[in-house]
């Protein structure tokens, strides 16, 4: 089992940054790829950016390429997600999945249902 905990969400204006914390705990000695997921109110769960256990190959969706940066530190047993130039619309729940394969195709939604862990998420609220 493995167990993740998110942090580092809160309010801020638009235009401004924040970097989220996705830490690890359990059974870590696994090659899991990691990707953050998001939900606004009221809408379905999407996915946001996604990495590779040796933190070589990264995806991200069209909506956030630019302008977030997911990264890892294995020894920490934590992944990051940093969101800079946020805008209103980024507002959502955010939360970070773990996978046992190494890399998955972060763009295949079946694949997200498929997730093997999930946290409890983190609020992000963008004022404008």
């Known amino acids: 089992q493995v167990q993740l905990v998110e942090s580092g969400g809160g309010l801020v204006q638009a235009g401004g940054s924040l970097r989220l914390s996705c830490a690890a705990s359990?059974?870590?000695?696994?090659?899991?790829?990691m990707g953050w997921f998001r939900q606004a109110p009221g809408k379905e769960r999407e996915f946001v950016g996604g990495?590779?256990?040796?933190?070589?190959?990264?995806a991200y969706a069209d909506s956030v390429k630019g302008r977030f940066t997911i990264s890892r530190d294995n020894a920490k047993n934590t992944v990051y997600l940093q969101m800079n130039s946020l805008k209103p619309e980024d507002t959502a729940v955010y939360y970070c999945?773990?996978?046992?394969?190494?890399?998955?195709?972060?763009?295949?939604?079946?694949?997200?249902?498929?997730?093997?862990?999930w946290g409890k998420g983190t609020l992000v609220t963008v004022s404008a």
């Open positions: 359990g059974r870590t000695s696994s090659s899991y790829a």
């Open positions: 990495i590779s256990w040796s933190g070589g190959r990264t």
């Open positions: 999945a773990a996978d046992r394969d190494s890399w998955i195709n972060w763009y295949s939604v079946q694949n997200h249902y498929d997730m093997d862990y």
